[in-house]
């Protein structure tokens, strides 16, 4: 019995040497692999700029809760974007009821607050879709962030700007972009895809021009949409901004018009060949360390079409799901990398050092604040 034991005892043994050495080989060989295939950063890595740092694209949203106005569409509320969103914001439906949408733009500010690198974020209302008699189509629009709401909660908060939306089909769509530029817009944000807009469309001359007089950049999304449920990808054909480039506008074609493509031709080739054309044309870095959009930082960082013109964005409250992890970058990072960065608790400090870390440049950090200070300028001497 007690034989029996010990044959059976010591075939056990063998078993489980067997076994570890057999993991142990294998996870040897999977580091090797993992050497074999590192290839480290993008671009070698530079140390953050002095001055501050801006993040040009941070959404809000809301329900309408404390008279915000902004609301959202039943579709949109029913989908499980909806909640991915609000956990990315760090709140609930039942608190954002209890204590109003402006709440939101608090736990933005708070959280820029707490950043080491980021100082200020331009927090974007969004204009919905407009009908025939120029009036906002709330069954055609997906979500609405007005302005008036973003221009006095931002105001309660140092670390917050205003980026303002105006559908320039508003049959008031100039008085509006006045109102937004005085009250401390330092940009001008559409998703054509979404509002409906037609950036070629001759008709929008005149918004292009007041645009330029106010210097106010337009931050226009560029490429797919899959944020919300809908959207018109062929609004979004970088092509369609040939009409307020030549009017002299400065646009930002955001998240280098990445993932779609139209006539056969990927939206990121067809900004590419603009900037060649305009120098007023800039694209952002904001979304592209998403998972669904692998390669679109290194195709940024790497493309000559690219240099000098991109600034940086997170696409807040999107960098703060799960879609964004320094582990989809194990071939970038180091081990070391990996786990400092995966241990940053704050979104923006997060986001920054990802970026830093495969190689975005100092440059691309300080660019945002160059491209908004007409506007920063204009935002100041009015608080004097
Ligand atoms: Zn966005």
């Known amino acids: ?32 692999v993992g050497a074999l295939f590192f290839s480290g950063p993008y671009r070698t890595p530079t140390t953050l700029p002095r001055q501050p740092v801006i993040d040009l694209h941070v959404h809000t949203a809301g329900i309408g809760a404390g008279d915000s106005g902004c609301f959202i569409s039943r579709e949109l509320e ?19 009821a209890a204590k109003g949408d402006a709440s939101l733009i608090g736990r933005i500010a708070a959280e820029v607050a707490g950043s080491t690198h980021v100082t200020h974020a331009v927090v974007l209302a969004m204009d919905g879709a407009v009908n025939a008699a120029g009036e906002l189509d709330r069954t055609a629009t997906e979500i609405h962030v007005p302005n008036e709401f973003v221009a006095r909660e931002v105001a309660r908060h140092t670390h917050l700007l205003f980026g303002a939306s105006v559908n320039p089909y508003r049959k008031d769509a100039l008085a509006r972009l006045d109102w937004c530029a005085t009250n401390g817009a330092v940009l001008v944000k559409w998703i054509p895809s979404l509002m409906h807009i037609d950036p070629a469309d001759e008709r929008l001359v005149p918004f292009y021009e007041r645009l330029k007089h106010h210097q106010l950049p337009l931050l226009t999304h560029a490429g797919q949409e899959r944020s919300f449920t809908h959207a018109d990808d062929r609004l979004a054909d970088p092509e369609r901004l040939r009409l307020p480039l030549r009017l002299g506008v400065t646009i930002i074609a955001a998240h280098i018009a990445s993932t779609g ?14 900037m060649a054309e305009f ?70 400090d997060r986001d920054v050092a990802l970026k830093q870390a495969l190689g975005v440049p ?17 935002r100041q001497s009015r608080r004097e």
């Open 78 to 96: 029913r989908s499980w974007k909806f909640n991915l969103y609000l956990k990315a914001f760090g709140t609930t439906r039942e608190e954002l």
């Open 261 to 274: 493509e139209n006539e056969g031709e990927r939206d990121t080739d067809r900004l590419a060949k603009l």
């Open 362 to 378: 100092d440059t691309v950090f300080a660019r945002t604040e160059t491209l908004l200070a007409p506007r920063l300028a204009n």
């Open 279 to 348: 120098p007023n044309l800039y694209s952002e870095i904001s979304s592209l360390t998403q998972a669904n959009k692998l390669g679109y930082l290194k195709e940024a960082l790497t493309r000559p079409e690219f240099e000098g013109r991109l600034c940086y964005g997170s696409d807040f409250p999107l960098s703060n799901t799960a879609l964004v992890s320094p582990w989809l970058f194990r071939l970038n990072l180091t081990g070391e990398q990996l786990s400092r960065l995966s241990a940053l608790a704050n979104p923006w």
């Open 1 to 32: 019995m007690a034989a029996a034991y010990s044959s059976c005892h010591s075939r056990w043994r063998r078993l489980l040497v067997w076994l570890l050495g057999g993991l142990a080989v294998s996870s040897l060989a999977l580091v090797g």
